[in-house]
């Protein structure tokens, strides 16, 4: 049988664990640089729902204002003031 060299098989557990270590860390950054990227997505999400509330908003007040001129031009000229 062969005898092993138990110091040489843990300096190869902790290299391994080192490197698992270096690896989660690195994870965790792009995890929370993730997270932060996705905060930032729901911000520009919510301030652009707000833009397109507003600007729907005043579309409804283009268009009503608009159907009121119609509704003046059509009255006005069917009290046909030129004859």
């Given at each position: 049988?062969?005898?092993r060299n138990y110091d040489e098989?843990?300096?190869d557990i902790l290299i391994h664990l080192a490197t698992l270590d270096e690896q989660l860390k690195k994870a965790d950054t792009r995890m929370?640089?993730?997270v932060k990227r996705i905060v930032k997505l729901e911000n520009r999400v919510e301030f652009l729902t707000k833009k397109q509330d507003t600007a729907i908003m005043a579309f409804q007040e283009f268009i009503s204002m608009q159907s009121k001129l119609n509704k003046y031009f059509l009255d006005y000229i069917e009290k046909d003031p030129i004859k």
């Open positions: 049988m062969e005898e098989l843990f300096s929370d640089l993730s």
